[in-house]
Structures are given as C-alpha cells and as structure tokens.
C-alpha cells in the first residue's frame, strides 16, 4: 500500500521558518518524482516545489524560489521542504505528492511546475501570520 505522510507544519510569523517532511512507503522511492503542492482556502492547488529523484533536477514556483528548498533524503524515502522568510501569501494546506516514471508530465505549465501525481498525502497546514 503507497503511503505518503506529511509532518512539520504550523503557525509562524512573517519571516520565519519551517520545514515540512513527507515520509513515503510502497513504492520505489529514488525512482519517483516527488513534489510539493499546496492550496490556499479560494484559491486553485498549485506547485510550489518539485524534484526529479532520478536525476535531481529541480523545479520551482517563481514566488517562493530562492526562498524555499526541496531536497530528498533516498535512505529515509523522505522529501523536503525548507520554507525561509515565510510570508503571510504561503499561508496554505501544503500537499506532497509522488509521480510513477516516465516522467513525461514533469516541468512547468502556465508558470508553475507541474506533475502527475498518482499518489498524494494528506497535507498539513502552514499557517504565517503578518
């Protein structure tokens, strides 16, 4: 059974930082495209961050880049998200979700990165306040 578990969430000032954890099993974990995915209550999901695990590669939403870290830990099947100078605007329930190779669908449409997600985790609230 795929699981996907996401911890690390909660309340922080403006400016602060936090880093979110998504634990997975069931599946292959250094061969699968992981990302982060996050929406905002009225607002559509969107990408935040994303990483090819195959071949490392990177990709980011344009307001958070330079701000925000993914990274994988292969040994622990874990992927995440270091959040720097958090703003009140990433105040959001933050999804992690896997993709199964190919990855065809990996890199960015409209301005966001983007992916196929077959399997997603529960999410966990990221809150910032002003």
């Known amino acids: 059974e795929v699981q996907l578990v996401e911890s690390g969430g909660g309340l922080v000032q403006a400016g602060g930082s936090l880093r979110l954890s998504c634990t997975a099993s069931?599946?292959?974990?250094?061969?699968?495209?992981m990302g982060w995915f996050r929406q905002a209550p009225g607002k559509a999901r969107e990408g935040v961050a994303l990483?090819?695990?195959?071949?490392?590669?990177?990709y980011y939403l344009a307001s958070v880049k330079g701000r925000f870290t993914i990274t994988t830990d292969n040994a622990e099947n874990t992927v995440y998200l270091q959040m720097n100078s958090l703003r009140p605007e990433d105040t959001a329930v933050y999804y992690c979700a896997a993709e199964a190779p190919p990855h065809h669908a990996l890199g960015y449409f409209a301005g966001q990165p983007t992916m196929r997600g077959d399997y997603w985790g529960r999410g966990t609230q990221v809150t910032v306040s002003s």
């Open positions: 990483i090819d695990n195959s071949n490392g590669e990177t």
């Open positions: 069931g599946f292959t974990f250094g061969r699968y495209a």
